[in-house]
Every structure is written in C-alpha cells, then in structure tokens.
C-alpha cells in the first residue's frame, strides 16, 4: 500500500494547527469522504474516536487512538476496522511568523481489493484531504494560504510519496 511523508509550510502558528487536526469531532465538516465520527473518550492528551468514511457506495468504519502532545505532534494508532494497520504522524513546528507542518500516513487494508482500489486512488484522495485541512486553516484563522500550487507561507512545499511493496 501507500505511504506518503510531506512537509507544507503555513503562515499559521504550530498551536493552530495542533488544535485544527486534534479537533477530530469537526472532520466531517470539511473532509471529504467523512461522514460521521463519534468519540468515545478524550483528554487533553490522547482520544479514541471512530470514523465512518463512505466512498462510492462503499461504508467503513474506522476505529483509532489520537496521542495528542500539544502543540508539537498528533499520532494516530489504528485500533479496528477494515485496515491491517494505519499509522498517521502530524508534526508542528515553527518557522518564521509560521510553521512546517509534517505529515506522514502509512495503512494497508485487510481486504485486497479495497487495497488494489486504494491504490488507484490514493494521490488524488490524499491531496484533498491536505486540501481541506489548509482550506478548513484558512478558513478559521482568516489567512489565504499562498497560491503557488504548495500552501507554504514561502510558496514552497516539499512531499514524496511511496509505494511499500
């Protein structure tokens, strides 16, 4: 399956964004593909939710375990659902009046042809779903994210993509 690592840079501060991707109650407000999610508990330091994503006529649900380390990282464990396993990294940091934002997803689904599926779709479904973090960014703390095809505060965005065979 895919695993995919970029950094993007934002004009928004690490604490910002921290609390944009720990607010997982609000993702299927500006997800696309998330339907519903319902917590089962959280704290100010770790969270177990469940997502239902529906793609195609196709539903799953997805349950995880949210480490949350405020401002600097969110790592997300894959608990149960169609996956083998899903490992999800976002790391803050700041840079300049802003900050760099890692981020690294690495799964692979149970089901072979979900995973054949996933495979086929998987860039373009991932640069939405970048696409709507930097947009849902924007949106709340009132900054344009730069219009150079990156959202980097610089006009730069570094982001490799692998295959793990």
């Not at 195609?56 to 149960?80: A, I, M, N, W």
């Not at 799964?107 to 599926?117: D, G, P």
């Not at 924007?138 to 095809?149: D, K």
Request: proline fraction near 5%; charge should be neutral.
């Amino acid at each position: 399956m895919p695993k995919h690592h970029e950094t993007r840079r934002l004009p928004y501060t690490p604490e910002q964004m921290f609390d944009l991707v720990a607010d997982v109650a609000r993702y299927p407000e500006f997800l696309p593909w998330v339907s519903a999610i319902r917590i089962r508990s959280n704290t100010d330091t770790q969270m177990v939710a469940d997502m239902i994503v529906g793609f195609k006529g196709l539903r799953e649900t997805f349950t995880s375990k949210v480490d949350k380390q405020k401002p600097e990282r969110v790592h997300v464990d894959y608990l149960d659902g169609p996956l083998k396993y899903l490992r999800n990294d976002w790391v803050f940091r700041p840079e300049g009046t802003g900050c760099a934002v890692d981020f690294t997803v690495d799964f692979a689904f149970k089901n072979r042809v979900f995973e054949m599926l996933a495979g086929q779709v998987f860039g373009v479904a991932l640069r939405k779903m970048i696409g709507a973090f930097e947009e849902r960014a924007a949106a709340l703390y009132g900054s344009t994210p730069g219009a150079s095809g990156g959202s980097a505060a610089d006009g730069s965005s570094n982001s490799s993509a692998h295959n793990a065979a």
